[in-house]
């Protein structure tokens, strides 16, 4: 029998599977979720030069950077919630490393979430999609497509006097999801939950529930539309921060292009 | 107490080591150049010396007493006179007392300083902690610009015009003419003077000295040992020296010579009428007008009207910078304070050459110096007559 | 009466740019005095503490009695010019550019004569204002002006170089969020800038006057972030050769202690106003220094808004403090840094400002107007240090009186 990686590997090469990045460039411009100012707020990725080929180092050039746990395109840990606080293993360094790669499946919210700025996942539309996909798989990343990563500046936290506006799930959502048995849930926006999320209850459903049942949370994720609602697998590995609530990261998804 | 006389002091042995623009030389230099030349025309050896007064800007980091060193020599009696245009006639006075009273037996005086590029700026900029704090970041113009607003506020309260000022400067070329170390070799006109380009207003360009580098010295001892030695002297009758005088005033009109000139022309048995020749510190032709004010030879503020109605060549009815004085000879630092009675001494004994005054018996001779802030804080003055 | 100073004319790319020279800069320990009192735009002399006779030039011990306590005190500024002069030639690399130079000599009706520059509407006879300035050398100097102001008194050439004053300027003010922005922006515009870049961080936040801010002439809204060393240099690499003043009003201030509070808030407090001020003055300060002597619109200042307890600690705004202790430290040695460009470093400290962040917090309060009306009269007087509102002023004296005594009252102790 062949060996599957060889296979995966034979794939790879060939091109049958192709590897997609899911990730955002880590940029000082690129916008962090933004609290109200009494709160501590999320650092924005910096970054300072240690030296480039020059006095402070003849040879070489390299940075110091700094950000927070969930800045740019990241990874939520149980922990991150005060729900998840108590979960076994909350933590990114103490998460089972097999969580970090497996099965995708992609819901499209695109047109939806073109009309309408707060547009909602509800229990409706993932029953819709499991009727044209099927039930969504136990322990699998479930991805929510807004094409909200296309937004520039401003456009992207959509913030109102009223705060801001992007679009997320629902709490009976989220419920529903949990029933499915899911691994994590995953957004093109700033945040798993949608931009109102505040007035749910319980507030930012997404968080709140997900984490409480010690899943796992991806944000500001780009390039779904070029994912497959299901067949794809993700690789989503976090740094191994102790005690991390989370991590920046690089996601990849791989996607089967045989056709087969 | 009255001040005692004079009696019996003379001066020998006059030297004036000719000038020069810019020299790479340094005060060291110029200062032996000077002894060695007096000490020469007094057929004297460094040894003879017992007493030697220095005036100098430019010894840096020395003082006179490095200078002894330098030079190998062993005063029991120094000075260091560090005031500027008053230094000739302050340090002939206090060598007087020194020889008077037996300190010392023959003293020379001499003064010197070297002129490199740029070492005059450097000069200004460090002149004094009140003209570094106070007078030159106001356009650093030096005394230039500090006797400039001295002018402007004389001609303002005196109504002197440049055509004054201007006949004192164009004299002192005529008489630089005659005289053979002048740095000024061209005839100067009150036209050329009233045209010239200006430095400092009032000030052109011919109320203004020439920094260069030179030096020039004296002998003082009693006229016993003068005779001794067969030379040929002047005497000195009275002298007078005083500082920060009249500090309320609000801009200087008058110097130190006001408060002292009576008494002047009391030690030396004469009034004004009996000066043959006078020699003023001549940093620019409004410091020689107040001078004749001050001095006594018309009251204040006729100095316009009496630079008007007198001659002040070598020829004239009132003889004044003989050797054409600062202005036309040359400011060689502290060697400026000394011009005019190096002169003087010249006059008196016969050895002015060119610049002769006839029948000379009896000259004036005045300093001046050392801005500080706003005005020239020494002043001095002496009277001569020739010996024999 | 002056002439109004045109704008200039665009710089012809083929002539050298004149590098900045200094006025003689050496001084006496006293006469910094006299700089100290022009730092803060006080008219200050020695004043004899015995006798009372007003001394100058400062000095070390009364010239009528010899008593050696002299005090600075606030002096009147009146005199007559009782002479004055037209410099055409000087030694001096600076004035020698500049010729001809006038001064004179004004009799103070305080007792001294002063030997002054001369404002050009002034001459001999005429009854004058005095006043301290700084000059490029960053050194105290005395200047007669008109007794009655004129029209466009400050555009005489040699006060001009005296001052900083915004007119026909360029000028970066850092973050347009900052609630004084707009205000001083418009002030700045009113007092004559010819340009305000208005820098903008985190443009992908809405929420501040940008827009309306924008929509005013002659401003550019550029985006800046002081936290982000590649943005200031990008930013920098724009404008930086035509940024003639910056006036930084970035500023992050949270209440809270040192123990009660966490170092997230401090470190973000330091990173906005102490190291913002240092990537500022790095990306900036360089290309300012070089063009200070660059005609009418040569670089001219550096400004820092301070809270005045960066002097002494306010314990309820504790990290906020201590950042502001090290922005006053930084700016201290950007003073020195740019000393020898005569670029000016003018610090703004300011009580209490009348926003979100002292709401709690009784009046008297700094508004943003006042406070950015303070800034451009700073400017235009070319001081080194404002102090803006009754709480500033207050704990300035306090802190000059006795820093210990200012450092107990505000740790509680007082009455």
């Known amino acids: 029998m062949t060996s599957p990686l060889k296979t995966l590997s034979a794939a790879l090469a060939g091109g049958s599977v192709e590897v997609i990045d899911l990730t955002h460039t880590l940029d000082p411009d690129f916008p962090v979720i933004v609290l109200p100012p009494e709160f501590g707020q999320c650092a924005r990725f910096r970054m300072e030069e240690v030296s480039a080929y020059d006095g402070r180092g003849p040879a070489w050039k390299w940075h110091n950077i700094s950000m927070n746990e969930h800045t740019g395109t990241h990874f939520d840990a149980p922990i991150h919630w005060i729900s998840g606080k108590d979960v076994a293993h909350g933590a990114v360094d103490e998460i089972d490393v097999s969580v970090f790669v497996g099965p995708v499946v992609v819901i499209d919210c695109s047109a939806g979430a073109a009309e309408n700025d707060d547009f909602e996942l509800t229990p409706e539309i993932i029953t819709t999609w499991e009727r044209e996909h099927g039930p969504i798989p136990a322990d699998s990343w479930v991805l929510m497509r807004t094409d909200w990563s296309k937004r520039k500046g401003a456009d992207y936290l959509n913030m109102a006097d009223d705060g801001p506006h992007s679009p997320g799930p629902t709490p009976a959502a989220i419920a529903l999801l949990l029933e499915r048995g899911i691994r994590g849930f995953g957004t093109e926006t700033v945040g798993t939950d949608a931009g109102q999320g505040m007035h749910y209850s319980p507030p930012y459903p997404a968080h709140f529930l997900l984490h409480g049942a010690g899943k796992y949370g991806l944000q500001c994720l780009t390039n779904l539309d070029l994912l497959p609602a299901t067949g794809a697998v993700l690789v989503a590995p976090p740094l191994k921060i102790k005690g991390g609530t989370g991590s920046p990261l690089r996601v990849l998804a791989m996607v089967d292009r045989s056709n087969a | ?359 000379a018996k009896t000259a004036m001779v005045s300093g001046f110096g050392m801005i500080n802030y706003d005005r020239g804080l020494c002043s001095s003055a002496a009277i001569l007559r020739s010996g024999g | 009466m002056s002439e109004k100073l045109p704008p200039p004319a665009k710089k012809n ?186 820098g903008e961080p985190e443009a992908w936040r809405r929420g501040s006057e940008r827009d309306a801010i924008a929509a005013l002439d002659q401003v550019s809204v550029m985006p800046l972030d002081v936290t982000d060393q590649a943005s200031v240099s990008r930013l920098a690499g724009e404008i930086g050769g035509k940024t003639d003043i910056v006036i930084n009003t970035a500023r992050h201030v949270r209440p809270g202690g040192v123990l009660g509070s966490d170092t997230v808030f401090a470190r973000e407090e330091f990173e906005i106003n102490a190291l913002g001020l240092m990537r500022l003055a790095q990306g900036f300060g360089p290309a300012m220094c070089s063009r200070t002597a660059d005609g009418t619109n040569s670089a001219a200042a550096f400004v820092n808004i301070l809270s005045v307890h960066a002097l002494s600690a306010d314990p309820g705004y504790g990290a906020f403090s201590a950042s502001q202790a090290a922005a006053y430290s930084i700016s201290q040695t950007l003073r020195s840094e740019f000393r020898s460009s005569g670029l000016r470093v003018m610090n703004v400290f300011t009580g209490p400002t009348d926003d979100e962040w002292h709401q709690p917090l009784p009046p008297p309060k700094v508004t943003a107007g006042a406070l950015a009306k303070a800034i451009v009269a700073g400017l235009k007087s070319g001081v080194e240090d404002v102090f803006c509102g009754d709480v500033a002023k207050d704990l300035e004296e306090r802190w000059r009186r006795d820093p210990k005594v200012l450092e107990r009252e505000l740790t509680g102790g007082g009455a």
């Open chain 2, 1 to 359: 107490m009255k001040r005692k006389d004079y009696q019996g002091v003379v001066i020998a042995a006059p030297v004036s080591v000719p000038y020069v623009r810019y020299s790479q030389e340094t005060a060291q230099w110029w200062i032996a150049r000077a002894l060695k030349d007096m000490l020469k025309s007094a057929s004297l050896t460094p040894v003879d010396l017992d007493g030697l007064s220095v005036s100098s800007f430019t010894l840096f980091p020395d003082t006179p007493v490095g200078l002894t060193q330098h030079l190998g020599l062993s005063p029991r009696w120094l000075d260091s006179i560090p005031m500027g245009g008053a230094s000739g006639v302050i340090a002939l006075r206090r060598a007087a007392r020194a020889v008077q009273a037996g300190d010392a037996d023959i003293v020379a005086c001499v003064a010197g300083d070297a002129n490199r590029i740029d070492s005059f700026r450097q000069l200004l900029s460090s002149f004094s902690r009140f003209a570094m704090d106070a007078s030159y970041p106001y356009g650093s113009g030096g005394p230039n610009a500090s006797f400039a607003l001295i002018a402007d506020a004389y001609m303002a309260e005196y109504g002197a015009k440049p055509e004054h000022f201007g006949r004192i400067a164009v004299a002192q070329r005529a008489n630089a003419l005659r005289y053979k170390n002048a740095i000024m070799k061209s005839p100067l006109s009150l036209e050329q003077y009233l045209s010239a380009r200006p430095i400092s207003e009032p000030f052109g360009l011919y109320d203004c000295v020439m920094p260069c580098a030179g030096a020039e010295g004296f002998l003082v001892m009693r006229e016993e040992e003068a005779e001794a030695r067969g030379l040929t002297f002047a005497r000195l009758a009275g002298t007078i020296e005083r500082h920060n005088a009249f500090p309320q005033d609000p801009v200087q009109m008058r110097g130190g010579w006001a408060m002292d000139i009576d008494e002047l022309y009391g030690m030396s048995g004469c009034g004004p009428g009996d000066i043959d020749l006078l020699q003023t510190y001549d940093d620019y032709p409004v410091i020689s007008m107040m001078q004749f004010e001050d001095l006594g030879f018309c009251d204040k503020g006729e100095g316009a009207h009496f630079v008007s109605s007198h001659d002040l060549t070598i020829d004239g009815d009132f003889p004044h910078n003989t050797s054409g004085g600062q202005l036309s000879a040359g400011q060689a630092g502290a060697a400026g304070g000394y011009l005019g009675l190096v002169e003087a001494v010249r006059q008196l004994t016969g050895l002015a050459g060119g610049t002769q005054v006839k029948g």
């Open chain 3, 13 to 198: 790319p083929q002539l050298r740019q004149r590098v900045p020279t200094l006025p003689p800069v050496a001084r006496s320990r006293a006469a910094l005095g006299l700089t100290a009192a022009a730092a803060r735009g006080r008219f200050m002399l020695q004043h004899c503490a015995e006798c009372g006779a007003v001394q100058y030039p400062p000095r070390d011990a009364c010239a009528s009695c010899l008593c050696v306590a002299l005090e600075w005190r606030d002096t009147g500024r009146k005199a007559r010019i009782i002479a004055e002069t037209r410099i055409h030639v000087s030694p001096d690399p600076y004035f020698r550019e500049r010729l001809p130079w006038r001064t004179g000599l004004a009799r103070l009706e305080a007792g001294p004569t002063v030997l002054c520059h001369l404002h050009g509407d002034v001459g001999r006879g005429d009854a004058v204002m005095m006043d301290l300035k700084l000059d490029k050398a960053g050194q105290g100097v005395m200047i007669a002006l008109p007794e009655t102001r004129s029209a466009d008194m400050e555009d005489d050439p040699l006060l001009r170089a005296l001052t900083a004053d915004p007119k026909h300027r360029r000028i970066l003010v850092t973050d347009l969020r900052s609630a004084i922005a707009k205000p001083l922006i418009e002030a700045l515009l009113a007092a004559g800038a010819s340009h305000v870049f208005a």
